[in-house]
């Protein structure tokens, strides 16, 4: 369960969901909503959900600390994702590790100070990013890297892939732009042009572990690669392949790929806003519900578009007709921003159900 506690930010990037704010919204959740809705979701049987607080910027909330040991006395596990701005201190993060925080995720958007900081519009974040890395892993906390693919910096990947190694991040989560917020702005990349980076992400996955968010489609990949190691690709897989070949060579895994978790847009996932409203995903904008009205248990199992989320045999399209549709089930926030329908087929497959090609190679 992601949980927006607020959408008060000091950066301003451009890819942004939450199209954040400078100052705090006076219709937040309050403190005791906040606690209330943490005892909701620790009322669920083991294993409870898992909590991760992100923004805007959590650290813009005052009670952040409360809200984190609150949570976790109840024995939740809480992570949150900041915003690397002058409230991510050592003295922050040791506050937060205490009051029971074990990972932190943080951003990376491109490999240089130029590039990541052009995603986040302000000067010296990229500088600032690498100093919080070093202070997350001096302090014992696990360490998630994020990165924002869109069709400027995709080619920065092998750069980037590189800097998450160097960081010594315990997982690195790719996130494929989608076109809502400020990010309807930016250009994703083409759905044979991800499948490529999908490949190409399957094959560092020996490297580190890798999440592909809004690409469930991955799942396939991960499937498929068991029956074919390594299929030939288009123009960007071979430019990214060759550009870490020396990484990839002869190298002998001392761990298991992490598979792709079966999860999707409220199937295993969802996301509360900082008013309290329930998405299926904070990049399907959709509300199913508030938690300020009811259990958001209640919401989770019972909200009718919640249910046909959790139905294969719901999708339209492709999707509906795929045989991969029980463990991928395509991106429902990608389907819902192309066509207004979060059960449409989603466009950034190229896959072709039964046929088992990739079109437009």
């Known amino acids: 369960m992601i949980w927006e506690v607020t959408r008060a930010c000091q950066l301003a990037c451009v890819h942004c969901r939450a199209d954040a704010i400078r100052h705090r919204d006076p219709l937040e959740l309050s403190t005791a909503e906040g606690k209330n809705q943490l005892a909701d979701l620790a009322a669920f049987p083991p294993p409870h959900p898992l909590v991760v607080l992100t923004g805007g910027d959590p650290l813009e909330r005052a009670d952040l600390t409360e809200l984190v040991a609150y949570g976790t006395g109840l024995g939740l596990s809480v992570a949150f994702s900041p915003s690397v701005t002058p409230r991510l201190t050592r003295d922050a993060l040791v506050e937060l590790r205490d009051a029971g925080i074990k990972a932190v995720s943080l951003s990376l958007d491109g490999a240089t100070a130029r590039s990541h900081d052009a995603f986040r519009q302000v000067p010296g974040v990229f500088d600032a990013t690498q100093d919080a890395i070093a202070t997350v892993r001096s302090l014992g906390l696990r360490l998630q890297l994020n990165t924002t693919v869109t069709a400027n910096n995709v080619a920065e990947l092998p750069a980037i892939l590189r800097r998450v ?3 010594g991040a315990g ?3 790719v996130f494929f732009l989608v076109p809502t917020g400020r990010g309807s702005r930016l250009r994703p ?3 044979v042009e991800e499948e490529d980076v999908l490949h190409w992400l399957y094959d560092v996955s020996e490297l580190v572990a890798v999440k ?3 690409a469930p489609h991955y799942r396939r990949i991960a499937i498929q690669r068991t029956q074919q190691p390594r299929p030939p690709c288009g123009e960007l897989g071979a ?3 060759d550009a870490t070949s020396d990484l990839l060579a002869g190298q002998v895994s001392t761990r298991p790929r992490r598979p792709p978790i079966d999860v999707n847009s409220g199937r295993g996932f969802a996301f509360i806003d900082h008013r309290g409203e329930v998405y299926p995903s904070g990049f399907l904008p959709v509300t199913v519900g508030s938690v300020r009205t009811a ?3 209640d919401i989770y199992r019972d909200a009718p578009l919640l249910r046909a989320l959790r139905d294969p045999d719901a999708l339209g399209g492709k999707c509906g007709r795929c045989e991969f549709r029980d463990v991928c089930g395509g991106s429902r926030s990608r389907a819902y921003a192309a066509t207004g329908d979060p059960l449409a087929e989603d466009p950034s497959c ?3 159900a039964a046929v088992g090609v ?4």
């Not at 990739?358 to 190679?361: M, V, W």
């Open 239 to 241: 430019r990214l392949r």
């Open 212 to 214: 592909a968010t809004e």
């Open 358 to 361: 990739i079109t437009s190679r």
């Open 350 to 352: 190229p896959y072709q």
């Open 189 to 191: 990349l083409s759905a």
């Open 165 to 167: 190694l160097s960081a």
């Open 171 to 173: 997982l690195w989560s």
């Open 295 to 297: 259990p958001f248990a």
